[in-house]
């Protein structure tokens, strides 16, 4: 299901950097790419995103590839985003219900699940009887297209019920509905046992049981009439599709799901939830390659972004490796088919759209970032227990993108931005860095050659960045946002940094050196736990005293949840703890004010007390990379650091404990079930393992 992308404002050609600090410059300085990658899926059509519909309010129920928005009202309007979606396209927008010639008052609307969603409203029939209402109104909505309506009767006599619903849709795209280019309601056919509507981009229909005693196309309108006894029930189900179409076959929904079903229990009361409400977001986001339907991958969310987003779905698939590698492989495997090929500058590319990067630099390029994260997601997802034969055969993929990454640096030190005159993003060296080290790993332990380049030019980086990007000052210094090319500093301080501190699983339970000496590494934590970065409610996107900050911006000041997750595991395992911890907390605050439901975004406001965090209207919510952060929050707690090659497995848990006695059960190491617990001391236990795997220290 194609969902538009957010637009991305647009630049000159060359990029002119703020006022920033002066640096020599070095003569290392690669020289850009004059091109980038096409995007994955078109951009969001002439409307600008703060005229997107907001969304923060909707109730959306998500069945890849079906989708339903709705109100809390219940009633299927027409308005803003509201209706029924079948791979991108509204096949119902309107779904009113009246009873006895009158609307039920809604009283109450509840996400039963990722995928459904149940309304209840209430009428009063019968007459003398005072305020109480006799008659419920319960409706249950699915992602599939079907929606069943019942009516509980609590009169003290008969009753007789006309029930009326009228439909309708404009059978148009989400992108034009989002861009505010929907046409009207087209007209309606009597079809079998309900109604028909089409256009020349297709057709779709309702079909209800029972049958209607009247159907009226000219109105749009299905009629019934119940005769409902003292405490009696009726229902009609309503079964929607596009024509042609078969009921909605969701991935996540199969026994063949690649994820885990795992479990969470302790004494936080919020970490069950968590662990439960983003398994459901992440089996409803799946999505199958249509061409090779065994291999899967997440879409990087609802309602906005519906379809394959190439960096995203790296990113959300390797914070789901406890859950198991086979959602890592299908996404590799999909990506793997969309390499550029050929001998030119972008030869081993995946292509990948741009995207907003806040007010101080241009868009960005995340392909740049998807050609890195692939061999490091297929170099972890071997540690977590990735079969060999299917790590050689994506190998090649892997190698492509490394000998894109040696072929753009060329003899410089970094990887410019492939923006002509575009800047060096601090985290692009650290993506790159990671890749060279945890690729050249991975080409060593398959015998493959190129290790040796890689690492050596992954230390020339380091040394290279610990003199260009740290910027001195009173506070004890910061990294530098990026460089530009000219040698000037960025020096806004964001969540981008978090990068640095992810620097990727090696074996034997290691993490790989980072860019950033000790020294550095501990001025970040802390600024990491400062008021002007940690806003109660998670890591802010940009700190609160910096030039053009906004809670609400994308990359200028609302917390995005992903970020926040990389950060404490990044914290956590430098040994920051304290800092690390204050992070976690904040965001299962907030997780349980969405109903443990995480949208990809919310503002950075400050928490007080008896506050809860500001919804962003725009944010993505069930979101892929929201949800998988999920479970790198709470498995960062037991400190899981898998080498399946070697059958061993070490722990290292936040020895402070910060939501006390936490068990995970369910995981998946070595190919087979993985549960750990860890005391109120900080102390963890293997209780369910792999036979032959051998625990380490």
Request: proline share 10%.
């Amino acid at each position: 299901m194609a969902g538009p992308q957010r637009p991305v404002p647009s630049t000159a050609q060359h990029w002119t950097p703020p006022p920033t600090v002066p640096r020599p410059h070095r003569t290392t300085s690669p020289t850009p790419q004059n091109h980038l990658p096409p995007p994955s899926s078109p951009p969001l059509p002439a409307r600008g995103p703060a005229d997107l519909p907001p969304a923060h309010t909707a109730l959306i129920c998500v069945a890849l590839p079906g989708l339903a928005i709705s109100s809390d009202q219940g009633q299927l309007t027409g308005h803003g985003l509201e209706g029924f979606y079948r791979a991108g396209r509204r096949v119902l927008s309107r779904c009113q219900v009246r009873v006895a010639g009158r609307e039920p008052v809604a009283v109450q609307a509840r996400t039963t699940a990722a995928d459904h969603v149940r309304f209840v409203g209430t009428l009063r029939v019968s007459p003398g009887t005072g305020p109480d209402p006799d008659v419920v109104v319960e409706r249950t909505r699915h992602a599939d297209g079907t929606e069943r309506i019942t009516l509980h009767s609590a009169a003290s006599r008969p009753l007789r019920l006309p029930v009326e619903v009228a439909l309708g849709t404009d059978l148009a795209d989400l992108g034009a509905i989002a861009s505010g280019r929907a046409g009207p309601e087209l007209p309606a056919s009597v079809h079998d046992s309900g109604l028909r509507w089409s256009c020349a981009d297709g057709s779709a229909s309702v079909t209800a049981d029972p049958p209607p005693a009247d159907a009226l196309a000219s109105a749009g309108l299905l009629r019934w009439e119940f005769h409902l006894p003292p405490g009696g029930t009726a229902s009609v189900e309503l079964r929607v599709r596009p024509d042609g179409a078969g009921p909605v076959r969701s991935v996540g929904r199969a026994a063949t799901s690649p994820l885990a079903s795992a479990r969470a229990t302790g004494d936080h009361s919020g970490v069950k939830a968590l662990l439960h409400t983003g398994g459901e977001d992440l089996q409803a986001l799946l999505l199958r390659d249509p061409a090779h339907p065994t291999d899967t991958y997440l879409a990087a969310g609802a309602p906005w972004r519906c379809g394959l987003a190439p960096a995203e779905a790296l990113a959300a698939a390797r914070m789901t490796l406890p859950l198991g590698t086979r959602l890592a492989a299908g996404t590799l495997r999909t990506l793997a088919r969309t390499q550029l090929p050929g001998t030119g500058s972008q030869s081993g590319m995946i292509p990948g759209p741009r995207r907003d990067a806040g007010a101080h630099l241009p868009p960005g390029c995340t392909g740049t970032e998807a050609t890195l994260l692939f061999p490091a997601l297929l170099a972890e997802a071997r540690r977590w227990g990735l079969p060999h034969h299917e790590t050689e055969e994506l190998l090649p993929a892997a190698e492509r993108c490394l000998a894109w990454l040696r072929t753009t640096v060329g003899d410089g030190a970094y990887l410019c931005d492939p923006q002509p005159g575009g800047p060096v993003r601090c985290e692009t060296q650290a993506h790159a860095h990671r890749a060279a080290l945890l690729g050249a790993e991975l080409l060593d332990a398959c015998g493959r050659p190129g290790g040796t380049e890689l690492r050596q030019w992954a230390r020339e980086l380091q040394t290279a960045f610990r003199a260009d990007f740290w910027i001195e000052d009173r506070g004890g210094g910061r990294p530098a946002t990026a460089r530009a090319p000219d040698g000037r500093l960025v020096p806004q301080l964001g969540a981008t940094a978090v990068h640095l501190l992810d620097t990727g699983l090696l074996g034997g339970g290691e993490l790989a050196p980072g860019l950033l000496d000790r020294v550095h590494t501990e001025q970040l934590a802390r600024l990491f736990g400062s008021p002007a970065m940690d806003s109660g409610w998670g890591l802010r996107g940009l700190g609160a005293k910096e030039a053009g900050y906004n809670p609400f911006g994308h990359r200028a000041g609302a917390v995005r949840v992903h970020e926040t997750a990389v950060a404490v595991a990044g914290l956590a395992a430098a040994g920051y703890e304290k800092e690390a911890g204050s992070l976690l907390q904040g965001v299962l605050a907030a997780a349980e004010t969405f109903g443990h439901r995480l949208p990809e975004m919310y503002a950075g406001e400050q928490r007080t007390d008896g506050g809860a965090p500001l919804p962003h209207p725009a944010a993505c919510r069930p979101s892929a990379t929201a949800a998988a952060a999920g479970v790198l929050l709470l498995t960062t707690l037991a400190g899981i650091r898998p080498d399946a090659p070697a059958g061993t497995v070490t722990l290292r848990p936040m020895r402070s404990a910060p939501l006390g006695e936490i068990s995970l059960t369910g995981l998946r190491v070595a190919g087979s079930p993985f549960s750990v617990r860890v005391s109120r001391l900080g102390l963890a236990m293997v209780e369910e393992a792999a036979d032959g795997l051998q625990l380490r220290a």
